[in-house]
């Protein structure tokens, strides 16, 4: 293993993996849950188990702070597998998770994303009667969650996302694309004028693969969508908000079916180590991808 400080570094470095709910912290430690329990990374070994108070499939994760994660919603994983609406935050720290309040209604296969250090946002999902098209704000401070605007569409287990410093200066945007048998992406300017959904002219050619994964690169101008083998790039500027796809030199060696991409913070110190590492199963390989390359290794 290598270790070094990356310079000039864009997108950071990406973990990819074939399946696995997981979110990588501001502090660079990995906290990746199954139905039960989070386990806690740091380096290539697990650390430490944390129980979950519910135990839940298709939850939305988020960071929260710098240290923890928010999970919420998910499939009842005791028993009857119906949409659950409680929310628990992990701290890597403390080793502890902890209740949260509710969603406003049960959800599962919704999304999530951090605007800001007291916002976050869940985004459609399934609702037990069919996909939501509702959306909810989170506020830390006040620990309460308040009523968001309605998406243009009914969206499930889809893909979001924040552009925190899009090329339209001073932006934030928030971004939706994908979920059953949508093609389409959809934009919330979250910081000018009203909040309205729009939906961009760019289309996919077809749904996004179950499974895909996307990530906000460091500068926070772009994102990168990993779908099956190929590799995406979004942005926004003055005159429009297109995906463009990378080049035929920078995708993954083999096609996968289910892809977790997470972005290692550039203050991080960067390990390299070439040689994947098992945790129930579950292969993880740290890849490294500078401005706008991905040097992917199989795993």
Not at 167 to 196: E, F, R, S
Not at 199 to 219: A, C, E, H, N
Request: hydrophobic share 40%; glycine share 6%; with cysteine.
């Amino acid at each position: 293993m290598t270790c070094k400080l990356k310079a000039n570094l864009t997108i950071g470095s990406l973990y990819i993996t074939e399946t696995l709910t997981a979110i990588i912290l501001p502090n660079g430690r990995i906290v990746a849950c199954s139905d039960r329990e989070c386990h806690v990374f740091a380096g290539n070994k697990s650390q430490e188990t944390i129980t979950l108070n519910s135990p839940r499939r298709y939850p939305a994760i988020s960071v929260i702070n710098e240290d923890s994660i928010i999970i919420t919603g998910g499939l009842n994983a005791s028993n009857n597998l119906n949409d659950v609406s409680s929310a628990e935050i992990v701290s890597s720290t403390t080793l502890t998770a902890s209740k949260l309040p509710d969603l406003p209604k049960p959800l599962s296969m919704h999304c999530m994303a951090r605007i800001n250090k007291t916002t976050l946002m869940a985004l459609g999902g399934s609702s037990g009667l069919g996909h939501s098209s509702e959306t909810f704000f989170y506020l830390t401070d006040k620990k309460t969650w308040i009523i968001g605007p309605t998406l243009i569409e009914p969206r499930c287990d889809f893909l979001c996302g924040v552009l925190n410093d899009s090329t339209i200066k001073g932006i934030q945007i928030m971004v939706v694309t994908g979920g059953y048998d949508n093609p389409t992406t959809a934009i919330l300017p979250l910081n000018h004028g009203p909040l309205v959904w729009q939906t961009i002219d760019y289309q996919f050619p077809k749904p996004l693969p179950w499974g895909s994964s996307m990530v906000t690169t460091s500068d926070g101008k772009n994102l990168i969508l990993v779908s099956n083998e190929k590799i995406f790039k979004f942005g926004c500027t003055w005159l429009e908000c297109k995906w463009q796809p990378m080049v035929e030199s920078e995708k993954l060696d083999h096609a996968k079916n289910h892809i977790l991409a997470l972005r290692i913070p550039d203050e991080i110190v960067d390990c390299v180590d070439h040689t994947p590492f098992d945790w129930m199963g579950f292969s993880f390989l740290m890849l490294s991808a500078i401005i706008v390359s991905a040097c992917c290794f199989s795993s």
